[in-house]
């Protein structure tokens, strides 16, 4: 440090060398001497000394801030080098041929080659390897040359991999198929593409053409691993229709139902955003195989859309099979669109355990189409928020067990008698031909000429006796158009059965009619039903005589009369009828002394309840 400022230093003192011993006697001189070295220091070196250290700290700092700001410009320079070196590579990639790129990608011992695929995240851009996507050129080996070279990079890399698919149309046409040596029971032998696991398929405007007739039926792309992830891919099956001929081509496929030598488990499959146009099935996992331990778990299908062929006589949506139950478990289906299927079901679950299907619009094309089914021992299972439009059954649950039906909206364009909005059914199958179905929970619904019903469904299994477990229908809304659909809820015999709460409107003859088995209980509670018209209805009709127990209570059945009716311990308790038979005494009621029943606005004009105090039809008194 440099003192510049400094006052100079008292000379006048006395130097301290040549002071007497004898002066310091009396002490004069010497603090003369030191009272002007602190005043020098005070006043001199002191602020010198402060201006001194505050001027380094000052040149430090600005220092730090020269460093800071170069380090700045340095990195403002090399992101704009480096934005000039990827637009110089990329305008390279592009003055290079396909085949040179796809040869560098290949070439594991290439330096440029690796510093693609570091730039660019293992991309397989289907083009570089010779796809054309012009409509016309057959694409098929270069797509699956591209699709091999990401399964060996994922491998390798031990992450996913990404196939691209530009913009444009990739021309598949029959012939080009791979064969399965040993085909499952899928009727499907042909594939195009396998995936392997790791591997994403990435549309990026890319529409797969294809042609598959019946004879040519073919799976485009065939999963051979887990962790598969497709978006965004276009499909178009261009087979003339004519003649009510099937379209055969799925877009999607996974399990033994197709390749017999799978085995193990396969997980973690998504589809989403892609779009299939006159698919056989846009999607359809199957694990079929007699005796297979394979398993399917983890399938997303999400914000898809399907657009069917109204002239063909067999297509359907997105589909899961499992023989026997439980072999593809952990499936969700949300937010796509389906439309058009024919013959079988927009969204198909047999055998499928644990399952979300919320979200959906499927809209049908004739009576033959489903909605919603769940088949073959499907278990524990919400089917949500869905609008399902003109379909022959929009929710139907065969032989399944612990389900949810809630919140769905169901539409017929046209009212027709078979139409159904939520069919409840039992047969039984091959893996358990003693099944009982139920378990069912079908609340909050809204229904157009469509109504509910449970009911044996064909002939049961040889040696087995399914039937119908616990079923509770609450909170539904039925309007109906008073002229063709006969009745709202119809329940047989079941273990129990508890209708609560329900309005239906304008069914034709019977708004709530039960046929309940001996030993069933039975609750019918809080309902209300009206006439639309001019309709001759019933509110409620109990068919098969003798059931044990039953509670009709708290109901408003303004359309009619109960009828058919025989209870054993009944209680009829503030039940609103605004028309009955004539009274007790006429219109057979049977019960036990003390039971009573209540006639409200009866032909004497006047609100009568009933107590029976003697046995058989007699014995009823007004009270």
């Known amino acids: 440090m440099v003192f510049t400022t400094a006052t100079t230093f008292p000379y006048e003192m006395t130097p301290l060398a040549n002071i007497s011993p004898a002066s310091y006697r009396d002490g004069t001189t010497f603090m003369r001497d030191l009272l002007l070295l ?12 402060n201006t001194g250290i505050g001027n380094a700290i000052n040149e430090f700092q600005k220092g730090i801030e020269n460093a800071e700001l170069t380090v700045t410009e340095a990195k403002a320079g090399w992101d704009e080098k480096f934005d000039d070196f990827i637009a110089d590579v990329i305008a390279q990639l592009a003055a290079l041929n396909d085949a040179s790129v796809a040869a560098l990608l290949d070439n594991p011992n290439s330096a440029a080659g690796q510093k693609i695929r570091d730039l660019f995240g293992y991309e397989f851009n289907v083009k570089h390897y010779g796809a054309k996507g012009d409509g016309v050129t057959n694409d098929v080996v270069a797509i699956r040359t591209a699709i091999a070279a990401a399964g060996v990079a994922a491998v390798a890399k031990g992450s996913r991999t990404t196939v691209i698919f530009p913009p ?14 040993f085909p499952g029971d899928g009727q499907f032998s042909k594939r195009f593409f396998d995936v392997p696991g790791n591997v994403r398929i990435k549309g990026e405007g890319g529409v797969i053409k294809y042609n598959c007739s019946y004879d040519t039926r073919a799976v485009i792309f065939f999963f051979t691993g887990s962790s598969i992830h ?5 499909f178009n099956d261009v087979y003339d229709m004519a003649g009510g001929s099937r379209p055969t081509g799925i877009p999607f496929a996974c399990g033994d139902a197709y390749d017999a030598t799978m085995d193990g488990t396969y997980s973690n499959f998504v ?40 002239l063909s006589t067999s297509s359907g949506g997105y589909n899961f099979v499992s023989k026997g139950p439980g072999r593809i478990t952990d499936v969700t289906v949300s937010g796509n669109q389906c439309y058009d299927v024919t013959v079988s079901a927009a969204i198909g679950l047999y055998g499928v355990h644990d399952f979300v299907v919320v979200g959906n619009l499927c809209r049908g094309s004739n009576i033959n189409g489903g909605g919603v089914q769940t088949e073959n021992g499907s278990f524990n299972g919400t089917i949500a928020d869905n609008t399902l439009i003109d379909h022959y059954n929009h929710v139907w649950l065969d032989d399944s067990n612990d389900i949810t039906v809630s919140g769905n909206r ?27 179905s139920g378990d069912f929970q079908v609340t909050g619904n809204s229904m157009k000429n469509c109504y509910i019903c449970t009911e044996a469904f064909s002939n049961p299994q040889a040696g087995g006796t399914p039937t119908m477990g616990d079923v509770n229908i609450v909170g539904n809304l039925l309007s109906l158009d008073g002229a063709v659909i006969n009745i709202g809820i119809r329940t047989g015999a079941a273990d129990t059965i508890n209708i609560a709460n329900n309005l239906i409107k304008g069914a034709k003859t019977q708004s709530i009619r039960v046929s309940p088995s001996v030993g069933q209980l039975l609750s019918i509670t809080g309902n209300t039903t009206k006439k639309v018209g001019a309709e001759t209805s019933v509110g409620l009709d109990i068919l098969n005589l ?50 009573i029943a209540l006639n409200v606005n009866a032909t004497s004009s006047a609100d009568v309840l009933f107590v029976k105090s003697g046995t058989g039809l007699v014995g009823w008194s007004a009270k």
């Open 168 to 181: 444009g149309e990739y021309w598949c046409p029959p012939g080009s198929e791979l064969s399965w040596v």
């Open 38 to 49: 602190q005043t020098w220091i005070n006043d001199s070196l002191v602020p010198e000394f």
């Open 230 to 234: 497709a978006r965004g891919l276009g």
């Open 546 to 595: 003798n059931i044990a127990n039953p509670l009709v209570a708290n109901n408003r059945f303004e359309n009619g009369e109960q009828v058919g009716m025989t209870y054993v311990s009944a209680r009829i308790g503030d039940t609103k009828i605004t028309k009955v038979n004539v009274s007790p005494l006429t219109t057979p009621i049977s019960g036990k002394p003390g039971d």
């Open 271 to 310: 589809i989403e955003e892609c779009e299939f146009n006159r698919p056989w099935h846009p999607t359809k996992f199957g694990m079929t195989k007699a005796n297979g331990t394979g398993k399917i778990t983890g399938v997303k299908i999400r914000n898809n859309r399907s657009q069917g062929e109204p």
């Open 410 to 436: 169901m539409r017929n364009t046209n009212p027709d008698d078979q139409f159904k909005g939520v069919r409840l059914t039992y047969q039984g199958f091959d893996g358990d031909i003693s099944h009982k």
